[in-house]
């Protein structure tokens, strides 16, 4: 569907095209006069190409991962900013071009502007985004697990600074059409859930916990090299995947790696083992997705027909 903006400049395109097909037309009493009009009018107006832009799904909700396709596009790649990021747009096929974005879990509901770039022509698009409704959970760690030493501060923090440098690399793309959740088991805490733990400690879950017994094989998401596999205080065993474009896929708790940094790995590949190492209680899999920054809910990544 096109917005009321697309259609005016649709619209405009039509007229134009119009108005040089009248140019062309009256002048048809001499064939040299209308060689060399129609000669002029390829110099002066550069031909505008008919594409299609779609921001897919166009109703999505509070931290959810969106993918904008353009179609129709015989020349050069499409540009698109969208919240003062760049979205990365990679091919889709021939003159299709697609890019994945996010909204954070704290972006107000409402419409959000996307603006779009191909050659010459500019278009706007608009995203709806809803309000989520998250549930609150209750859970008991042990008091180790919940109160800090400096020392333990001090490697929180340094933890914080490391991964925080990992979100900052945009390489280029590895992910290979639709993401997959890594586990085929139900969930135990979803994405957005707040916890109250040891009724105190109030946290946002910023991932998809996945029900999984010990040892069970965990798999890669989508194609991907692997950044990361470190024994983290929060995270435990922690498993990252860089898709290129600013897209990570994170996997927590684990009792085991199965590849190491630097490999490449095939989307559904066994990258590692279910545990319940650093803070978890139980065995699970926190399963998280960032997009350019952005914490986005896995599931709807993973909805995605890319
Ligand atoms: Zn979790």
Not at 10 to 21: E, G, Q, S
Not at 159 to 165: T, Y
Not at 203 to 222: F, M, P, T, V, Y
């Amino acid at each position: 569907m096109l917005t009321g903006e697309e259609k005016n400049t649709a619209m405009k395109t039509i007229m134009r095209h119009r108005f040089l097909n009248s140019l062309i037309t009256t002048s048809s009493g001499s064939s040299l006069l209308s060689l060399l009009l129609i000669f002029l009018i390829t110099l002066l107006a550069p031909h505008a190409e008919a594409f299609q832009a779609k921001v897919l799904p166009s109703n999505i909700h509070q931290g959810d991962a969106f993918m904008l396709r353009v179609t129709g596009l015989d020349t050069a790649e499409p540009s698109a900013v969208f919240e003062k990021k760049a979205l990365h747009f990679s091919k889709c096929g021939k003159g299709c071009f697609v890019a994945i974005g996010a909204v954070d879990i704290k972006s107000r509901p409402g419409v959000y502007r996307i603006s779009l770039k191909t050659g010459k022509q500019k278009a706007e698009l608009r995203l709806h985004v809803l309000k989520s409704s998250f549930k609150t959970t209750h859970l008991t760690l042990p008091e180790e697990k919940v109160t800090f030493s400096p020392e333990d501060l001090v490697r929180i923090n340094r933890e914080d600074d490391l991964l925080d440098s990992i979100w900052q690399i945009e390489s280029e793309r590895l992910w290979d059409g639709s993401f997959i959740l890594p586990l085929p088991n139900p969930f135990s805490t979803p994405f957005g859930a707040k916890r109250i733990i040891n009724k105190k400690t109030v946290s946002l879950h910023r991932g998809l916990d996945i029900q999984g017994k010990a040892g069970e094989a965990i798999q890669a998401s989508n194609r991907g090299r692997v950044v990361l596999t470190e024994e983290l205080f929060f995270g435990g065993n922690t498993l990252i995947l860089d898709h290129g474009q600013g897209i990570f896929t994170v996997y927590m708790h684990m009792s085991g790696f199965n590849v190491q940094p630097g490999n490449i790995v095939s989307k559904s590949d066994v990258i590692g083992f279910v545990g319940s190492t650093g803070r978890s209680s139980g065995p699970h899999l926190h399963f998280g997705v960032k997009v350019m920054r952005v914490n986005a809910n896995p599931v709807s990544i993973a909805g995605l027909k890319l």
